[in-house]
């Protein structure tokens, strides 16, 4: 800078400055130490997510009460509570959520063999399913032959117990008729008491 009253330009040391930018070049041409962080592609959470826990019950809650007790769901990755389930669950798909697991938000894309793999395992459980019904089927179907035959014992019963009345046969609980029981000595067990 020149130390004249009338000159009010600044000037600039031009020796300085190029020191200067010669070092930046530097700096940004040499390798950064730091490399990306690796995050694991998306995949299928391999837990039950548990909604119905604390579905009806009445919690007391104060100012010394943990977050993790407080109302609402907690994520103990995130250690945050939502409020309610939907957002519970739009929290633990959602971006942060992901990558404080180590997670990004990209997926594996598939191969011809896996997504075969994948169809042959979803045709198994459909004929498992199939078999399972078909086993229902065939129990629900014997249950009913045997209370058809039921049935049919019991009509036979009430036919032959109705054939003894029209016949004049009057039995008494010992299977014997009543008259005959009388001539016997047989009135029963003691269950009923009856007039002779």
Known sequence: MTMRPDDH???W???EYQKLAQERLQN?????????VQRENLKRRDYKVDLDSKLGKSVVINKNTPTSQSGGYYCNVCDCVVKD???FLDHINGKKHQRN???SMKVERSTV???????QQNKKKMEEKQKDYELDKRLREAKEEEDRYKEHRKEKRKERKRKAEENGEDFGGNGLPDDMAAIMGFS???????NL
């Open 188 to 194: 029963g067990f003691g269950g009923s008491k009856k």
């Open 13 to 15: 040391d031009k020796n």
């Open 9 to 11: 330009r600044r000037k």
């Open 85 to 87: 389930s939907i957002n």
């Open 101 to 103: 697991l180590g997670m």
């Open 113 to 119: 063999d896996q997504v075969k793999e994948r169809f």
């Open 28 to 36: 940004q041409s040499a390798p950064k130490e730091e490399e990306p």
